[in-house]
């Protein structure tokens, strides 16, 4: 009798456990960002191969080139702390499997989200398609220092990490607007959170320490030369 339920994963019950005991315990306690991982459905956004391993706590792999899903936690944590307003337009760098893009379109008015690579580019938009999301723009480019053709942007989220913040993301932001980056140098980096405050005044807030790839292409700090 019990072949049937061993053959198919319970999905619901693998995303309850998810953000009980992942999510939650990051303090990601905004009901808001809680209820859409429960509509966004994870498992569609993964590979097929690791399906099975969709709300495990873990980063995913998505090809060939050390590109991840990032964990479950991780993604819901940069989500509440940037806090995406119902009109704002998004500047999304690092599409990846479209997971993230769609959590963001569900929340904003618009995202722009660009990937590097033509094959996760690809994969984005399938997915995205196949979820019925029509509020995300996909392009295929290179956006580790920006991305100037849709600026200005409310919000701007870095799915990869920089050793530095290219100075450009900075102004293409809105005033009043924000934007989360991992930054730093491995094994310890940490999650910023920098407000536009004014027209030429900027707020950084250090938020946790985590450790996750770098976005292809990144800036690097300026090395000094003896």
């Known amino acids: 009798m019990g072949t049937h339920k061993a053959s198919v994963m319970d999905y619901e019950q693998a995303r309850f456990n998810m953000v009980e005991s992942q999510v939650r315990t990051w303090e990601v306690l905004d009901q808001k960002i809680l209820s859409l991982l429960f509509k966004v459905r994870r498992e569609d956004f993964v ?3 690791y399906r099975s391993l969709a709300f495990v706590d873990m980063e ?3 090809g060939h080139h050390g590109e991840v899903m ?3 936690k991780l993604e819901a944590r940069l989500l509440q702390e940037v806090d ?4 704002s337009v998004v500047l999304e760098v690092g599409s990846g499997s479209g997971y993230m893009t769609a959590l963001l379109a569900a929340l904003a008015a618009k995202v722009h989200s660009v990937e590097i690579r033509p094959e996760l580019h690809q994969m984005a938009a399938r997915n995205l398609h196949l979820a019925g999301i029509s509020n995300a723009s996909l392009y295929t480019g290179d956006a580790a220092r920006g991305w100037k053709a849709q600026a200005p942007y409310d919000v701007i989220v ?3 990490s920089a050793p530095v913040l290219s100075n450009e993301f900075l102004q293409q932001l809105n005033v009043g607007g924000r934007l ?3 930054m730093g140098k491995p094994p310890i980096m940490t999650a910023r959170l920098i407000v536009r405050t004014s027209a030429d005044a900027f707020s950084n807030t ?3 320490e985590t450790n996750i790839a ?3 292409n990144a800036p690097q700090p300026e090395s000094f030369v003896f």
């Open 47 to 49: 590979p097929p191969s």
């Open 60 to 62: 995913i792999p998505l």
């Open 70 to 72: 990032l964990a479950p």
């Open 84 to 87: 995406v307003q119902p009109g």
């Open 158 to 160: 870095l799915t990869g």
């Open 180 to 182: 989360i980056a991992v």
């Open 206 to 208: 250090g938020l946790f």
């Open 214 to 216: 770098s976005l292809r």
